[in-house]
């Protein structure tokens, strides 16, 4: 099995940029999901309840993250701690965790964009939010992400997705309605179910539980336009405990201050 795409996600909710290379910290891959957009009373905003965040485009060009919607184009510092920037608590689901606001015209971008007042935050990299027990090992930590450092999703998986799709009437869809870190080319379908952890060259990542999915998938990431698919049939072949499930949640076996480069084209394996 090889790695057929690396995805980071700078901010939760909007547009991924494909990489060819990427290096692996311990809170994830490089610059993904270190920002977020929070509503008025601070909560975090994502697809589930604003679609339309599917459409916000991000580049990283040098030190400035770019923001694209609508027509507007805004930039922000790609890492805008400093000395004087202070911090406030946040919450991503009921996980506590700190940030800071971002300098510029980013949060305007996002108030006007989505009609309501907002705030883009930042996650600094040494703020620290706990990987959620029992499935933490000596202080794992995450960014932004719904609760793990890496998703993990497989072309095989998806491409056995895409029969049964085809198989009621229903129209196939992409990977990117996942939005996975690593995407796997090869193998049998699912079998990322079965490994306790997966190795791209010096990296070993624990993969101690399949990915729970919700509406996102059934939001087209070009238009932001949902539907009832692939869910409905998700539902019908891989439900456990009320979960629908596909791809698995990774963490990084790595310590602070340690990285490690993973490359599309590597090899990657399972064990159990």
Known sequence: MLVDSLHIYPVKAA?????????????????????????????????????????????IDGDRLHLHAAGARVDVPLDPCSPTAKRRPLRVWDAETEGIDVPGEGSRFFSDFLGEPCTLVYMPIDAHRDVEEPYSQRGDRVGFADAYPLLIASLASLADLNEKLAAVGSDPVGIERFRANIVVEGGAPFAEDEALTAHVGDLVMRTPKRCARCVVVTIDQTTAIGSKEPLRTLARYRTVDKKVLFGVNAIPDLLDHESLSIHVGDEITYRR
């Open 15 to 59: 547009r991924g940029i494909a990489l060819t290379e990427s290096e692996c910290l311990r809170q994830g891959l490089r610059n993904d999901r270190r920002f977020m957009v929070i509503d008025a009373a601070g909560k975090f905003i994502t697809q589930r309840s604003h679609a339309s965040m599917a459409l916000v485009e991000v580049t």
